[in-house]
């Protein structure tokens, strides 16, 4: 899982089965700080986020498949929480 700022969104006039119904969004990975890192991506959204928000993103297939409750297919990513905020502290206790 990872961070991500969501920076757009994604419009599809003919879209896989398995995304009938469903947001799509575009991601891009940001560190806990904010700051942007890496490459965007395509998100399916399962938490009815938008362009803005900082949420919580799963990369994973088995993982999309158990969210969006669905046989798994050609989803991959999802957008799992919007994230209210991130506090970093001394992990050591």
Known sequence: MFLAR???EVVAAVKHDHLGG???LLVQPVTPADVAMGKSAIAVDAVDSGPGD???V???GNMAAQVLQCARGPIRTVIVGVVDRVDVGDATG
């Open 6 to 8: 969501v920076i757009g």
């Open 22 to 24: 469903r947001k799509l």
């Open 54 to 56: 900082l949420v919580l």
């Open 58 to 60: 799963a990369d994973e």
